[in-house]
């Protein structure tokens, strides 16, 4: 027993959605935040070259960048400026680099050394960021330039960019709800999925569906009749090892079209009909098999079609064993019986002392019989066929039936897609109907008629009686599978078998009746396929 722990496909699919979910929002969140950091640190730039033009352009610091020691004037005043832009550090340099603001106090009047400095004091102004003690700095660099519009410093307007920790907390509020939100849809989206598919897929998890198909592997490969089934699509989704020994198909054919693999297959004419098809002969492949088709459907919807079939050579052996077999059985019993009665005769002639009639009666019982088979098997070669029409004589004489064989009968061979069962189960069923119209007649003469005739075109069947006829309501029903007025179990298939071989051969039948006067059925099988005959 596999104790092994299964993971429910519902937790599977909300687990891993919950992770796809929160990996897609880590990555969208990285490049949001850069883009964030881009918008913040262009803000920030604006801003810091805003300032910078606004006291480089105030009258009083072109005047006290001037003087000497101005910066003690310029310092708090830049301070102040500093605060009221919110700018985190402020620095005025004169053309010598001498600061003359600075927000360490120790700075003003030193000489600056930076080396990005340099472009300004060549009337240019730009934005450079440089790494200091309190992180990463936006600067912003502006030349001052007097009245007549010769440079007299430089102004630098410095802020600190805000780290990503930083730029979380101001957001927090904002990526709380984002983060909720989208984790709450995608964990509620991902659970309803699982469900569907759960109550798609009949609430079997994966392991049990697996097991199953494993299974049904098996369960198909090991089934004696071939099993092949189609999608709407006509694709093969079953086709089993039996399926590929019948029709001498190899390889992988699941996922191919049925066309593709069986040129001339019947199983699509499934799809369309509402109704299966059951016990109908059919030739595929140049075989000819019994098949049953069904549709499959769910919720009233066809989705697809399934053929059980099985080879008809042993059906057809089947169906002679059904029909000749226990003629000759009961043959053997009634020329058992025939026989005891002729042993009395003979008996009782010798007890009479007649024995010259109790050997005219032998030579005459035996001749006869020597004659009935010498005729059969004169005209109709096949040994199968004599045996059971041999039975069918010996069964009439004890039933008071007389059979008679048309004195032209002749078969050399047998149509094309017919053999020797299907003689036995046509003409085997046809004198079964006909010794059963005699059932509640008591007129004599009982006699059935029989003529077999063939040559290089058609080959006939011909039989009569003179028995009960068929009632004209039950004319279109009598071929149907099932059918039967004998009232036995096991009954209403032969008729219904004789119309398939018929088909199957391309072959035609009639027949005429009337009420207590008789029936005559008569067939005709062409003795070669339709298309060799529109050839020649």
């Known amino acids: 027993m596999d104790k092994s722990f299964h993971m429910p496909i519902q ?5 891993l959605s919950f992770v796809i979910v929160a990996f897609s929002i880590l990555i969208g969140g990285i490049f949001i935040f850069g883009n964030i950091v881009s918008i913040r640190e262009d803000e920030i730039g604006k801003r810091s070259m805003i300032t910078a033009h606004t006291i480089a352009e105030l009258p009083e610091v072109q005047k006290l960048v001037r003087e000497s020691e101005g910066w003690t004037k310029l310092n708090p005043m830049i301070e102040n400026l500093r605060k009221i832009h919110q700018a985190d550090y402020i620095v005025v340099l004169n053309n010598q680099h001498i600061r003359y603001s600075h927000p360490v106090f120790s700075q003003l009047g030193t000489q600056s050394k930076s080396n990005d400095e340099s472009a300004a004091f060549a009337e240019h102004e730009y934005l450079s960021k440089a790494s200091g003690e309190l992180g990463i700095s936006v600067r912003a660099f502006v030349p001052i330039l007097d009245k007549e519009n010769e440079q007299i410093g430089v102004v630098l307007v410095g802020n600190i960019l805000p780290t990503i920790p930083e730029l979380i907390m101001d957001l927090k509020g904002q990526i709380a709800i984002i983060l909720l939100l989208t984790l709450l849809f995608g964990v509620c989206g991902s659970w309803l999925m699982a469900r569907r598919i759960k109550k798609e897929t009949f609430q079997l998890e994966p392991h049990e569906i697996s097991r199953m198909l494993v299974e049904r592997t098996a369960a198909f490969n090991a089934m004696h009749e071939g099993v092949i089934a189609i999608d709407n699509n006509q694709t093969i989704t079953i086709f089993n090892e039996k399926a590929k020994q019948m029709l001498n198909i190899s390889g992988a054919v699941i996922g191919k079209n049925i066309n593709d693999i069986i040129s001339d297959t019947r199983l699509p004419e499934v799809l369309d009909r509402t109704s299966p098809i059951f016990n109908q002969e059919i030739s595929v492949q140049n075989r000819n098999l019994l098949s049953n088709r069904v549709p499959i459907k769910i919720a009233d919807k066809t989705i697809g079609a399934v053929a059980i079939f099985q080879d008809r050579t042993d059906v057809a052996k089947l169906a002679e064993e059904l029909t000749s077999v ?21 008996a009782g002639l010798i007890q009479l002392g007649n024995l010259d009639d109790a050997l005219q009666y032998i030579f005459q019982i035996t001749e006869e019989q020597e004659e009935l ?12 066929l004599v045996g059971l029409l041999l039975s069918k004589i010996s069964l009439g004489r004890e039933l008071g039936i007389e059979l008679i064989m048309d004195k032209h009968t002749k078969l050399d061979r047998f149509p094309n897609d017919m053999d020797h069962h299907d003689f036995v189960l046509i003409i085997g069923n046809l004198i079964e109907n006909s010794f ?31 028995g009960s006829g068929i009632p004209e309501e039950i004319h279109k029903d009598i071929f149907e599978y099932g059918f039967t007025t004998k009232g036995a179990e096991g009954s209403g298939i032969g008729l ?14 009639s027949f005429t009746t009337r009420l207590n006067e008789g029936t005559s059925f008569f067939l005709s099988f062409p003795m070669h396929d339709i298309e060799e005959n529109q050839n020649d």
């Open 11 to 15: 937790l599977k699919i909300t687990l």
């Open 326 to 346: 226990k003629a000759f059985v009961e043959a053997l019993r009634v020329q058992n019986h025939e026989h005891m009665n002729k042993l009395h005769t003979i």
């Open 373 to 384: 088979t010498r005729f059969l098997t004169k005209h109709i070669h096949d040994d199968n």
């Open 436 to 466: 059963a119209a005699f059932k509640h007649l008591s007129e004599e003469p009982k006699q059935v008629y029989l003529s077999i005739y063939q040559d290089e075109q058609h080959c006939q069947i011909v039989l009569e009686d003179n």
């Open 496 to 509: 219904y078998l004789i119309d398939q071989i018929v088909k199957k051969a391309n072959g035609e039948m």
